[in-house]
């Protein structure tokens, strides 16, 4: 039979499951906010557990906490991180309260996995109290922002890695093929000659651009409001705490993080957020851009560009025999879908706030942490599941080239720009291409149109 504990705040008293490292603050937002069906990310449980642990050392040496006292709540946030007790984690991502939930799950965990190791019974808070010992000089409202930024820096270096990798497939294949020269289009017309290599080298470029703005992203998340406690002022928190919180924070962590100039200023205003989001977004719109270009070269097989093939991955229909589909690029255009509409999200939510607290960070770090693991899958599987296993049809590419009107282009600085758009309709009308037409009319002999028309000099 489940027994039960009894615990009590300040909305009433309530049964607690008697092994539980959650309390009752934990128990009412789990049964409040039946959101998303999803916990908290994992990321902004360890983060969140780092930040108590580094308060409790702050605040041992500024002398707020017993040495005692502290030192245990060190060492059950050792336990936590080592991968214990995580399933007491039980409030949903999207919850009221500006992210009191989270941080009050986090408290009494902390608190009864010390009081466990003190040897005395879960919910016993004479011993170790959720708010005078393990929140001890601190506020939802520096807490929560301060570990939701830690865990988004993580996940932004996830991806940087996932990125560089993809990078990394591009530039291979823009070596790989190199000397292939395909027709560029312009308007979805045919414009002029270009080789596969500037146009997997242009993709990486992109790529590339995304990557450093990750890092941007990172020195912009990288300043905390820790300290601030309620709005900014510090109030309740010890001097020497606030002092010394964001270096504990970094030595805990392993991240090089600076406490804000105006704590004020940086617990009321999100627009840090909205920044990384954009940078997030533009990243997911270079590669839905890249995945768009790879369906349309790969069209077909046979009554499209047909320019490229893409590895075979599923059947891609329940009625048409042997059709095949691109669905590596669809799903990675869809990812983008999503952020893109996450980044709205994240926008209204830090333009939303009132006065010294916004109340809508759950929805913020729900929507980042989502747009970040997707990118991140995406971009992983975008690499190896497509990227990687592209190959280029040569003869397709040559034949376009040599029927397209674009070559043409490369007359105009002999002939003119009228005189080569008249021959240009000519070979239209006739279907015949460049070559043919230039010949017949003697604009230049077959040795002066070998050396003009040769698409390596196009490029």
């Not at 060492?75 to 399933?87: E, N, P, V």
């Not at 996932?162 to 027709?183: C, T």
Request: with cysteine; net charge negative.
């Amino acid at each position: 039979m489940l027994r039960y504990r009894e615990e009590q705040d300040s909305v009433g008293t309530k049964k607690v499951p008697a092994n539980a490292y959650y309390g009752v603050q934990s128990l009412r937002a789990m049964e409040n906010f039946r959101i998303t069906g999803r916990r908290v990310h994992p990321e902004f449980v360890r983060s969140i557990v780092e930040v108590k642990k580094a308060a409790a050392k702050a605040n041992r040496e500024a002398g707020a906490l017993e040495e005692s006292i502290a030192d245990v709540i060190v060492s059950a946030c050792d336990d936590i991180l080592s991968g214990k007790y995580t399933d007491n984690f039980i409030v949903d991502t999207i919850q009221g309260g500006a992210g009191t939930s989270l941080n009050m799950n986090a408290n009494e965990v902390v608190a009864n996995r010390a009081i466990e190791l003190l040897g005395g019974a879960k919910g016993s808070y004479n011993l170790v109290h959720p708010n005078d010992h393990v929140n001890c000089g601190q506020s939802t409202n520096d807490v929560y922002p301060t570990a939701g930024k830690i865990a988004v820096i993580r996940m932004l270096e996830k991806a940087i890695v996932q990125l560089e990798v993809l990078k990394g497939a591009l530039q291979n294949k823009a070596e790989e093929y190199h000397d292939v020269i395909k027709m560029g289009r312009t308007e979805m017309q045919d414009a002029v000659p270009i080789s596969f290599g500037q146009v997997f080298n242009a993709f990486a470029g992109a790529i590339s651009r995304d990557i450093k703005r990750f890092s941007a992203a990172i020195d912009e998340l990288s300043v905390l409001n820790m300290g601030g406690t309620a709005i900014g002022t510090g109030i309740t928190a010890d001097k020497e705490y606030i002092k010394n919180i964001v270096p504990h924070i970094s030595q805990v962590t392993g991240l090089d993080l600076v406490q804000a100039d105006d704590l004020v200023d940086a617990t009321q205003n999100l627009d840090c957020f909205v920044f990384v989001s954009g940078i997030i977004k533009s990243c997911a719109t270079n590669l839905s851009k890249i995945a768009n270009d790879l369906r349309l070269m790969s069209s077909g097989p046979r009554t499209g560009f047909g320019e490229i093939n893409l590895e075979p991955k599923q059947n891609g229909s329940s009625i048409m025999p042997g059709k095949i589909n691109p669905v590596i690029p669809e799903v990675v255009s869809q990812i983008a879908f999503n952020i893109i509409g996450n980044d709205t999200t994240i926008t209204l939510a830090a333009e939303s706030g009132q006065l010294e607290l916004n109340a809508f960070e759950p929805i913020i770090f729900h929507c980042l942490f989502e747009s970040l693991e997707t990118l991140t899958n995406g971009a992983e599987i975008f690499a190896k599941e497509c990227i990687e296993t592209i190959t280029v049809n040569r003869e397709n590419c040559a034949r376009d080239v040599e029927w397209s009107m674009g070559t043409i282009t490369a007359l105009c600085p002999h002939i003119g720009y009228t005189k080569a758009s008249t021959l240009a309709k000519r070979a239209m009308k006739e279907n015949k291409n460049i070559r043919q037409v230039l010949l017949e009319e003697k604009v230049m002999t077959e040795s002066e149109l070998d050396a003009v028309l040769d698409p390596k000099t196009m490029i």
